[in-house]
């Protein structure tokens, strides 16, 4: 890759370019149509440069350097492969295809790194649930001891509070058992 940075002004330019399938700061991918066009017009005898003025490029915007580049690659992929050589397949792929097979056992490890990082996600799931559950937990108690407390001020409760307590709690845990609407004169339902 070139050492040229693109300035936003020329990413722009860049852009209206039908040739140009995308550019940022550092790279420009050229569409397939342009990689087969350069190719017809080189086997015609026509430089790199040459064929990148005519296509609208501004060879001093890309560099020498980056249209060598290029026009190698695009050249050896040709005589390797043909056509369909230059067709880009990013969008098919995620990532750079090995050239080497893994061997039974880096198999074995990358697969136990799997499982590792799986199980590392489970507990940390199991540990949000957690949370999450003590949290709730305690919005609801909170809400109780609100409940009792007003009607421990308003008169309308004379028992004791650990009587409260036990009766809210084993009421709470009845009705999301049942899930029945059920409704108590002296603790309506929350």
Known sequence: MSKLIFTSEQIRVLRRNPYVKNVSE??????????????????????????????????????????????????????????????????????????????PEQQIEKLQAKISLLEQENELLKKSEWSERRLENSEKTSETFARIHRMKTDGSYTGTIMDACVFCNSFVHKIAKKSTQFCHPIFPLF
Do not use: C
């Not at 440069?49 to 050249?75: T, V």
């Open 26 to 103: 550092k790279s420009i991918t050229y569409s397939d149509e342009f990689k087969r066009h350069f190719v017809s017009e080189s086997l015609d005898s026509k430089t790199a440069k040459q064929i990148f003025i005519e296509a609208g490029f501004d060879p001093e915007m890309l560099g020498e350097s980056r249209i060598k580049a290029f026009a190698k690659k695009w050249r050896k992929r040709y005589r390797d492969n043909g056509v369909l050589a230059l067709k880009d397949t990013r969008q098919n792929r995620s990532g750079r295809p090995r050239k080497t097979e893994r061997t």
